[in-house]
C-alpha cells in the first residue's frame, strides 16, 4: 500500500516537523519513505508545505502529485493545494482557520486541531502532534507505536506527555466522529 500526505499550513505551525515525524514512523515500521518540504522566506507566518510519502515497496518518485490526504492548517492552505488533490483525496481541515475548501475531492473532513491542542495540551503549539494523531487513525498507514516512538524522538525533552496527550486526542477525532 502506498499513502501520498501533503501537510499544508503557515510556518511556525510544525508540519515540517510533522512531516519529518510521520516518515520516521514509517521507517521504524519496516517500510520505505520520502520526504519533503518547502517554505517561504518568513520565518513565522509565512506559507509551509510537507509532504510524505509511505509505501511497502520502492517509491521510485518522490513528489507528491495528488495527495490521499491532504491537510490544510489555513485557508491559504486550503486554496493552494486543494488544486492537486483528485477524485480519491481525502482534505482534513483545521476548523479553527478553515472555512472554505475549494476543488474536487472524495471526502472533506473538518477537525477542531487547534482548539483540541489547546483543550488537551494547554497550547496551540501542539496542534501539528494532534493532526498527527488523526491522519493515523484516519489511514493507519504506520502503527501508533511507531508513531509514538518517532514523535517521542523528536519532540523537545520535558514535553513528552504533553505530545502524548496531543496523539490520542487526535485519534479521538476520529474515532468518536
Not at 479553527?96 to 471526502?107: D, H, I, N, R, S
Amino acid at each position: 500500500m502506498k499513502h501520498n500526505f501533503r501537510f499544508s499550513g503557515t510556518g511556525g505551525q510544525g508540519l515540517i516537523t510533522a512531516g519529518i515525524i510521520l516518515a520516521e514512523a514509517a521507517i521504524l515500521d519496516g517500510k520505505e519513505a520520502i520526504q519533503s518540504q518547502s517554505y517561504g522566506p518568513e520565518a513565522r507566518g509565512g506559507s509551509s508545505k510537507a509532504e510524505a510519502i509511505i509505501s511497502d515497496d520502492k517509491i521510485y518518485f518522490g513528489r507528491v502529485t495528488c495527495p490521499d490526504v491532504l491537510l490544510a492548517m489555513s485557508q491559504e492552505a486550503a486554496n493552494k493545494y486543494t488544486k492537486d488533490c483528485g477524485k480519491d483525496s481525502i482534505v482534513i481541515t483545521d476548523s479553527l482557520f478553515v472555512t472554505e475548501v475549494p476543488g474536487t475531492y472524495k471526502e472533506r473532513i473538518d477537525l477542531p486541531i487547534t482548539h483540541t491542542a489547546i483543550g488537551a495540551c494547554g497550547k496551540s503549539l501542539f496542534a501539528n502532534i494532534v493532526a498527527l494523531g488523526a491522519v493515523v487513525a484516519l489511514t493507519h498507514c504506520v502503527s501508533e507505536e511507531a508513531l509514538e516512538k518517532a514523535v517521542l524522538n523528536r519532540v523537545p525533552k520535558g514535553t513528552e506527555e504533553a505530545n502524548k496527550k496531543a496523539l490520542q486526542a487526535g485519534k479521538e477525532l476520529i474515532t468518536k466522529r
